[in-house]
């Protein structure tokens, strides 16, 4: 798969939700994984995370929506159960993205939702844990930016290979001058 992801958590409380996540994103080969605004110890969290994940990929801390950053052209995606968000399902995942979750009880901040380039949702009929959630948008940009077989089509049917890749010509790019 090309590109890359990272993801996050704004004001998550529980220390098992996050460990629950952080392993998720281990497990389906996340770049990095932030918290902001978290108050919770990685020694708590190692509990849910029994894979170790702080020694296998980068865990950033940002005390505020303001501090957070992220690499160049990584867009922000906002995950919130809220009107005006784009369904899961029919989302283009950018190649560069880091997706954001809100803590339980509670949503992404205003300050979060205006720091977002995009805003998904998953199409339910209300919350459901942070962990899971976090999980459901990874495997579908797994499924969407990963090159796999297409889906059979019924339940006797076998899947359909994907074409063989076909190289083309060598396409040589010059940088245009200035006159």
């Known amino acids: 798969m090309r590109g890359y992801f990272g993801i996050g958590v704004e004001g ?11 392993r998720s994103a281990h497990a389906f ?7 902001v605004a978290a108050d919770i110890s990685e020694r708590s969290m190692r509990h849910a995370d029994t894979s170790d994940a702080p020694d296998h990929l980068p865990v950033y801390r940002f005390d505020s929506v303001g501090e957070l950053t992220l690499p160049r052209r990584c867009q922000l995606v906002g995950v919130e159960l809220t009107d005006g968000a784009e369904e899961l399902p029919s989302f283009w995942h950018p190649p560069a993205a880091a997706y954001v979750l809100g803590p339980e009880k509670g949503s992404l901040s205003p300050k979060m939702l205006a720091r977002c380039d995009k805003v998904v949702k998953i199409p339910m009929k209300f919350c459901i844990n942070v962990g899971t959630a976090g999980a459901i948008v990874m495997y579908d940009r797994l499924l969407a930016r990963g090159r796999f077989d297409r889906r059979a089509t019924g339940s006797l049917a076998k899947p359909e290979p994907r074409p063989a890749h076909v190289h083309g010509p060598q396409i040589i790019r010059s940088r245009r001058r200035a006159d």
Do not use: H, Q, R
């Not at 080969?29 to 918290?35: D, E, L, N, P, Q």
């Open 12 to 22: 998550i409380s529980k220390a098992m939700n996050l460990g629950n996540l952080l």
């Open 29 to 35: 080969g996340a770049s990095f994984f932030f918290t």
